[in-house]
């Protein structure tokens, strides 16, 4: 079974450029979330989509960023326009829906972004 | 808010040293309770969790953690290390409310020297 997936794999874009980040969950996931790591911090949770739908998006930082899940299968998070504090891992993960209570979030590789 | 503190930041230890990492969080209601790895070049992998019941968890590769309520630690340990437990270690929470999302710790790099 393949785990979940994020591209690229790596970003080194310039501050005012957009990136998209984009993440593939396990198959049948309807759980999908976004987090982030500065260098040298804690990893911060950005958002939670079910399937199409914003569970909880109190960890996005501000508007540049829009994370979007149309049809409820892949992710994108597109920053707009970057900043330098921006760069940092973001990992995606998944996890399957039973109603409520927790289930086990199984993470992606991360994609590191620099903004320069 | 929930926050979760990792004491050690870096940890060095020889094989076959014994191993705590310590983890303390902040909530007041019921919690579901993680540690996470990170070998290198790799995911992050569930190592073990504690949802209710005996607070002595027994995760994978021979760890275990200690859910101590009135301490509101959950502590990692394992008797003796091996050079291929060289990792990031990350604590982690789940308020048990209904909303999914995993506060972290920031996280313990182990070097195990052989």
């Known amino acids: 079974e393949a785990g979940v997936t994020q591209f690229p794999s790596h970003s080194v874009i310039e501050k005012g450029q957009t990136v998209t980040l984009r993440c593939d969950p396990i198959?049948?996931?309807?759980?999908l979330y976004w987090y982030r790591r500065v260098m040298g911090k804690e990893i911060k949770f950005l958002l939670h989509?079910?399937?199409?739908?914003?569970?909880?998006e109190s960890g996005m930082p501000n508007n540049r960023f829009l994370a979007e899940r149309t049809g409820g299968t892949y992710s994108t998070l597109k920053v707009q326009p970057a900043e330098l504090e921006d760069s940092g891992v973001y990992f995606c993960a998944s996890s399957q829906d039973t109603g409520g209570i927790y289930n086990e979030q199984f993470f992606g590789p991360g994609t590191r972004l620099t903004v320069l | 808010a929930q926050s979760v503190s990792q004491h050690n930041h870096h940890v060095i230890l020889s094989e076959a040293a014994s191993l705590e990492l310590g983890c303390n969080y902040s909530y007041g209601g019921t919690v579901n309770l993680f540690w996470y790895v990170q070998y290198p070049g790799q995911h992050l992998q569930l190592l073990l969790k504690?949802?209710?019941?005996?607070?002595l968890v027994k995760g994978i590769k021979g760890f275990e953690a200690e859910f101590i309520k009135s301490k509101f630690s959950f502590n990692l340990r394992k008797p003796s290390v091996q050079w291929s437990d060289t990792a990031e270690y990350f604590c982690?929470?789940?308020?048990?409310?209904?909303?999914?999302?995993?506060?972290f710790g920031t996280g313990t790099r182990l070097l195990v020297s052989p």
């Open positions: 504690y949802f209710s019941g005996d607070p």
């Open positions: 982690a929470v789940n308020a048990n409310t209904g909303f999914q999302k995993l506060v």
């Open positions: 989509f079910v399937k199409e739908s914003k569970q909880d």
């Open positions: 198959s049948g996931h309807d759980n």
